[in-house]
């Protein structure tokens, strides 16, 4: 925390900091989105990206990319990361997501198994302005909105609701002793509390479904869907390219190689969890190995999912080894402070997250693609449930955008400055306004880029790659 004559500021001064951060940047100001000529090729921004991937996995991110304008901003934080990263910021520093768009906000199992509400996504965590997660939101409600059909000004109206949701949490956060902030967690049966006014049966019954659907999402469902026994024991089941075990993956001295590597991810990561968890996992076994494409944006990074058994073939884990590099916010916000980025993921995951998954952590390893990568670990599945915006009426996304703003707040004042950035804020909406303006100017933006990307498709800069047959 800040310190003034060598002792902490006072909550009135932490305010007027917050307050003179608005000489640095009005809260008007944030309504503006106007890129120069300087502004970076985006293609050159996703090219830079690809070629640091699995080379026959990056069509097919590009094909998903092609698909709609809000499947290419969920590949694209790198390109929003450059575009925020050439403007005036506030100032004001909390951990940011660095890829909070509304997708990256679904329900997940607490250690204690209850079903909570949060950020899921962090491989792009760092610490920077505390409104570039909140700009990253607004424009993928706009995004949202409008491939749903609405207009303009609806488009305008869930925006301003979920930003007005970030402001008014973190305006009661700012009033908040230290401790209840960090103990605050959005339980899944409380989030209508979350909401203003009474909400509807129809909404009522969507949380319902939603939650009784995630809590069905255990290991036990994973390993039913993508495990079948072969002489006795389980195996991954062969879905290439999507789900790949590595017998097929590579010729056999290329594999053995790589396999040595991933036991060795599963045994260096275990010295990073807390010393009860190291020894929950001791009591699972490594019986197979796949390689996992995952996501928009992640497609081509090195993912593995890790099939583990307990007792018996009746008591399976599955743990995803995903591979991190450099944040997308690294130009711009600095080097991460840890020189392993599985760990600069895993420590951002768990000072955001109100309660992370209990097989987190992350490892460096040598061996796959003869490379030295730095991975993080988690369950593969664990009472996730995602949102389906396609499926949202103007109402229905309204009030998602305001669930993912108040989250975000939450995430926010645990590793920033509350009494600051609602101080910043203020009781009027001049910053939800602003930030729906921009919100509007960057969707037409990632159009544009989207464009650019079918053109360079059609002209053969690159391939884009189609989904397999289901």
Not at 38 to 61: F, H, N, T, W, Y
Request: overall charge positive.
């Amino acid at each position: 925390m800040d310190t003034v004559n060598d002792g902490p500021l006072s909550p009135s001064e932490r305010a007027a900091h917050g307050k003179q951060a608005r000489a640095r940047l009005r809260r008007s100001a944030h309504a503006a989105f106007a890129p120069d000529d300087g502004r970076p090729d985006p293609l050159d921004i996703i090219e830079r990206q690809s070629a640091a991937r699995v080379p026959e996995l990056v069509p097919l991110r590009y094909g998903r990319m092609l698909e709609s304008p809000f499947r290419f901003y969920r590949g694209a934080a790198a390109i929003m990361a450059s575009d925020l990263g050439a403007a005036p910021h506030s100032g004001l520093t909390v951990q940011l997501c660095g890829d909070a768009h509304l997708l990256n906000f679904r329900l997940l199992a607490s250690p204690e198994r209850h079903l909570v509400f949060d950020i899921n996504d962090f491989d792009e965590t760092l610490p920077g302005p505390f409104e570039w997660d909140v700009k990253r939101l607004a424009a993928s409600l706009v995004i949202a909105g409008r491939a749903n059909g609405f207009p303009a000004g609806r488009c305008g109206d869930v925006v301003r609701a979920g930003v007005r949701a970030y402001r008014e949490r973190m305006r009661a956060f700012a009033g908040m002793r230290t401790l209840d902030v960090w103990y605050a967690r959005d339980d899944a049966d409380q989030m209508e509390a979350l909401l203003p006014g009474r909400p509807g049966r129809d909404d009522r019954q969507r949380v319902a479904r939603a939650t009784a659907k995630a809590r069905t999402r255990t290991s036990l469902q994973a390993a039913a869907k993508l495990t079948r026994v072969v002489d006795g024991a389980p195996r991954i089941v062969s879905d290439p390219p999507l789900l790949t075990p590595l017998d097929e993956l590579l010729p056999d001295a290329e594999r053995e190689q790589l396999e040595q590597a991933l036991h060795a991810v599963v045994a260096g990561y275990a010295r990073t969890l807390s010393t009860e968890r190291r020894h929950l996992l001791s009591r699972f076994h490594v019986v197979d190995l796949a390689r996992k494409v995952v996501g928009v944006g992640s497609v081509g990074t090195r993912c593995f999912v890790i099939l583990l058994l307990g007792r018996d073939g009746d008591d399976p884990l599955l743990l995803q080894a995903k591979e991190a590099g450099e944040s997308v916010l690294a130009p711009y916000c600095g080097a991460s402070v840890y020189d392993n980025q599985g760990r600069r993921v895993v420590a951002g995951q768990r000072l955001m997250q109100a309660a992370s998954d209990i097989f987190l952590g992350w490892q460096r390893v040598t061996g796959i693609d003869g490379r030295e990568r730095d991975f993080y670990v988690r369950q593969l599945r664990d009472w996730k449930g995602i949102a389906q915006p396609e499926t949202m009426g103007p109402g229905t996304l309204t009030r998602f955008g305001q669930l993912c703003g108040a989250s975000l707040a939450r995430a926010h004042a645990r590793s920033g400055d509350p009494v600051a950035i609602a101080a910043y804020l203020g009781r009027g909406d001049a910053f939800d306004r602003a930030v729906a303006q921009f919100a509007h100017a960057y969707a037409d933006q990632n159009e544009r880029d989207h464009r650019a990307l079918a053109e360079a498709v059609a002209a053969g800069r690159v391939t884009a790659g189609t989904e397999p047959a289901t």
